[in-house]
């Protein structure tokens, strides 16, 4: 789950290090942009070079503006995204395959769960201050890579969705991994979920949380037809080979990569899915309390706080 690999080290004003630090927001919240400006007071306090994602260059300094497209590790150091979870997927799907910087998300008071900051001057401060001393760790999170016959489709960091052209139509969908055939179902869609992914739609339709520290992708029906076999969420490696095929003459389905874009897809063609060799890369902080289990209990589970949060035999 936690690996620096090939990442170079974020540290302030280290010798030679001219990259900067890439901001990205949503351009339609005033908030958002308060951040953004509270963000590059800080940032250029501390004589470090920014950034701007090219739509947000205007309301600040255009000459710092650059595309999402050309921020790599060679000359970014992190890049921040201000908004939600909608904010950070669209990053994700606008930096490079090859070598993405790591991602630093502000979360604006929703779920926020690829966040790692809040929107709080205090806390935020505090928070680039560790980020610049080095007091943090980065978490790998592997994606998917969709082909629709030969065209390849953008990376998904939740989710890849196929439904029905037709909300009134089933799909009937024969899915198979790594060529061996599993199962053939009349449903409503798939979703086909990283571990990321899997506290998103796959859990809303059904699908179980899977661990960081584990290494695998799940397949989740939605609504599939009892007539034609039980069929339940199966969690297959993240080095397996997704294939499916929807076989309902003259029923197009579409294919809809994390909810940011969607591609038609006509009967019997193959939809071919499997790990991405881009991975993604979120900045966590070292000793947070409770780390990914605080985060599903308080934001997804809302869990009320035991009396005593130790449990005897």
């Given at each position: 789950m ?12 280290e ?7 890439g901001i ?9 942009l ?6 590059s ?5 501390k004589?470090?070079?920014i ?18 497209g050309s921020m ?20 994700c799907?606008?930096?490079p ?16 769960f ?14 680039l201050e ?17 082909t629709?016959?030969n065209?390849?489709?953008p990376?998904a ?7 029905s052209?037709?909300?009134s ?21 798939l979703i ?21 520290r584990?290494?695998g992708?799940e397949i989740?029906?939605?609504n599939p037809?009892?007539g034609?076999?039980?069929?339940r969420?199966?969690?297959v490696?993240?080095?397996?080979v ?16 994390d909810g ?10 193959k ?7 881009s991975?993604?890369?979120?900045i ?10 605080e ?14 949060d130790?449990?005897?035999?």
């Amino acid at each position: 789950m936690f690996a620096l690999g090939d990442i170079p080290l974020i540290k302030s004003k280290e010798a030679g290090d001219q990259r900067a630090v890439g901001i990205a927001c949503r351009l339609d919240s005033p908030e958002a942009l308060k951040v953004v400006k509270m963000i590059s007071d800080f940032l250029l306090d501390k004589k470090e070079r920014i950034a701007y994602e090219t739509r947000i260059s205007s309301k600040f300094i255009r000459h710092f503006a650059k595309n999402l497209g050309s921020m790599t590790t060679e000359n970014t150091k992190f890049v921040i995204s201000v908004g939600g979870d909608g904010t950070v997927l669209r990053v994700c799907q606008n930096l490079p395959k090859k070598n993405p910087p790591p991602i630093l998300g502000v979360n604006l008071g929703s779920v926020g769960f690829l966040d790692e900051s809040e929107a709080d001057p205090k806390l935020l401060s505090r928070d680039l201050e560790r980020i610049l001393s080095g007091e943090y760790e980065v978490e790998c999170a592997a994606r998917l890579v969709t082909t629709i016959g030969n065209h390849t489709l953008p990376v998904a960091l939740n989710e890849v969705l196929i439904i029905s052209s037709k909300p009134s139509k089933v799909l009937y969908a024969n899915i198979s991994v790594d060529g061996n055939n599993f199962t053939s179902s009349y449903l409503d869609g798939l979703i086909i979920s990283t571990h990321t992914g899997s506290t998103a739609y796959a859990l809303s339709a059904g699908g179980c949380l899977l661990d960081p520290r584990l290494n695998g992708f799940e397949i989740v029906p939605l609504n599939p037809f009892a007539g034609t076999g039980v069929f339940r969420p199966l969690i297959v490696p993240t080095f397996a080979v997704i294939a499916i095929k929807l076989q309902r003459p003259r029923l197009n389905g579409l294919v809809i990569i994390d909810g940011q874009s969607e591609y038609k897809v006509s009967p019997q063609v193959k939809i071919t899915i499997r790990r991405s060799n881009s991975d993604i890369h979120f900045i966590r902080f070292k000793g947070r309390v409770g780390g990914y289990f605080e985060k599903v209990r308080n934001k997804i589970l809302f869990s009320r706080k035991l009396a005593d949060d130790s449990l005897e035999n």
